[in-house]
């Protein structure tokens, strides 16, 4: 992919203020296309959820749940976890809109949301209810990914109705928070793109969710410190299908076969 199929918008705003060019969106998501919002969050906001999560990941602990109605926000650590469609290893920190939080995330968030379901083909504020819609909930993930182990296998997310894109916060610069590894995403014309090559931090970036996709490993030659939280953060702007939803096909893992050494 040359630089010309990355299209970057200043805000949200001009999307929801214009149909034609969340069509335009759309059409060149579909086609394989990636679109760069610029500056969603400010750089001081980021670094208070971080500080406000690494707490709760240092003093409380880390809870496995499924994805159902009324579910609690909770923390996970993902290490390689069987029980996941796509292999992984990162520390979670899941939040749903029928949950209160100190920050008020889905309404801080609510833009991006919007957009996500505008692009989709969907009302502008679907999902996002204190009860579930078409078997399916809103979920906002934060992923942080340690230095040493942190990972994610190439993966193919579905697309239905419920999504064309899942689009991601960035967290964390290269070069700073990590030196190697990163999210990746391959072209249809087999070209691994590394979007934090272009996409800084308070950055969300969008682009189509069949599209292979994952985290090569962060800074891999250092010692894996779970509790010093050095390594890279995300956000998941997520719509999920409830756990018990046959309707929607899972995530395809697309490294299955390979073998990681646990550290």
């Known amino acids: 992919m040359n630089q010309e199929n990355i299209y970057y918008l200043e805000s949200h ?24 919002i610029k500056n969603v969050a400010e750089k001081d906001f980021i670094v208070q959820i971080k500080l406000y999560l690494t707490n709760i990941g240092r003093n409380s602990l880390p809870n496995y749940k499924k994805i159902e109605e009324g579910c609690l926000n909770f923390h996970r650590i993902n290490l390689w976890d069987k029980r996941s469609y796509v292999q992984a290893c990162f520390h979670q920190f899941v939040f749903f809109p029928w949950n209160q939080d100190v920050f008020n995330f889905f309404e801080v968030f609510k833009k991006v949301y ?22 399916c909930i ?62 800084d931090v308070g950055d969300v970036v969008y682009f189509n969710a069949m599209l292979p996709h994952g985290v090569d490993t962060i800074d891999p030659e250092c010692k894996p ?39």
């Open 114 to 135: 919007q957009v996500r379901n505008l692009i989709s083909g969907n009302q502008k504020n679907k999902f996002l209810g204190i009860e579930p819609e078409d078997n």
């Open 13 to 36: 705003d001009e999307l929801l203020n214009d149909p034609s060019l969340v069509s335009l969106m759309r059409t060149r998501i579909e086609a394989g296309g990636i679109y760069i």
């Open 138 to 199: 809103a979920r906002i993930a934060f992923q942080f990914y340690p230095k040493g182990i942190g990972g994610m296998h190439k993966h193919s997310d579905p697309i239905d109705h419920h999504q064309l894109t899942a689009p991601i916060l960035q967290m964390s610069k290269k070069g700073v928070d990590f030196k190697n590894g990163g999210v990746f995403v391959e072209t249809k014309d087999g070209k691994k793109i590394l979007l934090e090559d272009f996409a």
């Open 225 to 263: 410190n779970w509790l010093s939280f050095e390594g890279r953060w995300t956000l998941l702007f997520a719509i999920n299908k409830l756990f018990d939803n046959a309707q929607i096909r899972d995530a395809v893992d697309l490294e299955m076969d390979t073998l990681y050494k646990v550290v």
